[in-house]
């Protein structure tokens, strides 16, 4: 196992969601996922995600109204109150806008800015920072059998599709950040394989963002569904560390920090 050089940053997850498939309905309220973001910070997440909308398997959309009262007021309370990076997690276009002029810097599009065609337009204008993922399908049917003849080279040749296209849109490739989206259209082969030549995805010459913290595929791995799935997060992101993974996409944040303190001490 090859150990890089930088250990990845830590972004912590603010679900400002009813339906989130691992914290759904805990943070709706704008004051608790103000505070919820703070102690993640607190925890050493140099990056908090905000989401307004659920992406879980089977999740139903929600109006870009009801996402932009969801997010926007979160967002500018903890602009006010932290000097992390502050990201959007939306495919909507009027939702980027509206949460960069509120205080993010960072937009995170699960479509790869393909899910709004004035995205590419709203990050183009902007300096933000763009993570770009990959998803087979949408959230309500993607992972109705998803099928790869070669799930890397597919992924692989999908973000650098993405990667080439933003940079025509004047958005330049140091500003992008490239998720291969675990648990998005992907069966447990799909995943484990994904995660393990996660290193060949440096190729592509941008950062890696991986989010992988508590998804089904754990709980397989494991051999029990409904087992916690936070253990087998932290030993999936230790190998996403060794593999020189940039950020790390995750809902417990101090219990991350704390085994990336251990890996750093003994690698």
Do not use: W
């Amino acid at each position: 196992m090859s150990v890089r050089n930088a250990l990845p940053a830590v972004m912590g997850v603010v679900n400002v969601t009813p339906d989130s498939f691992s914290d759904g309905g805990q943070f709706l309220a704008a004051a608790r996922a103000v505070a919820h973001g703070l102690r993640l910070v607190a925890d050493g997440a140099s990056i908090l995600d905000i989401g307004g909308e659920s992406t879980r398997p089977g999740a139903e959309g929600v109006s870009a109204d009801e996402e932009l009262r969801r997010v926007v007021p979160v967002i500018e309370q903890l602009a006010a109150q932290t000097e992390v990076t502050l990201s959007i997690d939306t495919s909507k276009a009027v939702v980027a806008r509206a949460a960069l002029a509120a205080g993010a810097s960072l937009v995170n599009d699960v479509t790869g800015l393909e899910g709004d065609p004035e995205m590419l337009a709203v990050v183009a204008h902007s300096d933000c920072r763009v993570a770009v993922m990959h998803m087979r399908g949408v959230p309500r049917t993607m992972q109705e059998d998803p099928h790869y003849d070669d799930v890397v080279a597919e992924v692989k040749t999908y973000l650098a599709s993405r990667r080439d296209a933003l940079e025509v849109a004047g958005v330049d490739r140091e500003r992008l950040l490239l998720d291969p989206g675990i648990g998005f259209g992907k069966t447990f082969e799909h995943n484990v394989t994904l995660l393990r030549r996660i290193g060949e995805f440096h190729d592509l010459g941008c950062p890696l963002l991986v989010g992988h913290s508590r998804k089904r595929f754990l709980g397989e791995i494991l051999g029990d569904p409904a087992a916690d799935r936070t253990a087998a997060t932290l030993g999936v992101a230790m190998h996403l560390a060794a593999e020189g993974v940039q950020v790390i996409r995750v809902h417990d944040v101090r219990q991350t920090i704390d085994a990336l303190k251990a890996f750093t001490a003994v690698r």
